[in-house]
């Protein structure tokens, strides 16, 4: 319980306030990389069946929710694009 006279902040906001991942959900993650790189090219990039077999977001999301090393890669990739997006508007 923290003292009367101490201020009320909100730390956790304030760690996660350079995250471009915080408050995204994965679908949104994942939904914006089908849409930026297509779903040939993210199997390419990122060689796992839910990308290159049937894909679709609900079997993609299932199969990331359950394997950490893949959501690590999707999480990545997401940063890579966004860090590719702003680099090349900022080139025009």
Known sequence: MKAP???ITDEPAQKQRHNPLHGL???TIVTALVTHYGWTELAERIPINCFSNDPSIKSSLKFLRKT???RTQIE???GF???DIK???SDD
Do not use: D, V
């Open 68 to 70: 950490p090393w893949a």
């Open 25 to 27: 959900t994965l679908e």
């Open 87 to 89: 680099r090349t508007q």
């Open 81 to 83: 694009m966004l860090r």
């Open 76 to 78: 990545g990739l997401y």
């Open 5 to 7: 006279n101490t201020p």
